[in-house]
Nanobody
Framework: VQLQASGGGLVQTGGSLRLSCAAS????????MGWFRQAPGKEREFVTA????????YYTDSVKGRFTISRDNAKKTVYLQMNSPKPEDTAVYYC???????????????????WGQGTQVTVSS
């Protein structure tokens, strides 16, 4: 699976931004998908994940109520809608894919099989 993240950029606090991650290769609907982020000098951290049906999602506490993950299996794309971003959300955002035998999400970074190249999100106050 090849992943291509896009949609990053500069956004003001209180604005919105939507990231996309397009997949190619194997059957997209067999994969749980996740978004991670890495700020300068910090480790890559989990943001959110979604099961292959889209029926189950999970968010890290700091983005609950502000970010929304979704997917379109027909388009082989997963999205991250970022509403009311904060300066502390500034980071490179990565999408990741994990082959799953069941319909569940994966929140652990080291379990993911494939990674996109990352897209920079900068939030200004």
């Amino acid at each position: 699976v090849q992943l291509q993240a896009s949609g990053g950029g500069l956004v003001q606090t209180g604005g919105s931004l939507r990231l996309s991650c397009a997949a190619s290769g194997r059957t997209f609907s067999d994969y749980s998908m996740g978004w991670f982020r890495q700020a300068p000098g910090k480790e890559r951290e989990f943001v959110t994940a979604i099961s292959w049906s889209g029926g189950s999602t999970y968010y890290t506490d700091s983005v609950k109520g502000r970010f929304t993950i979704s997917r379109d299996n027909a388009k082989k794309t997963v999205y991250l809608q970022m509403n009311s971003p904060k300066p502390e959300d500034t980071a490179v955002y990565y999408c990741a894919a994990k082959f799953c035998s069941g319909d569940y999400y994966i929140q652990y970074r080291d379990l993911y099989d494939y990674w996109g190249q990352g897209t920079q999100v900068t939030v200004s106050s």
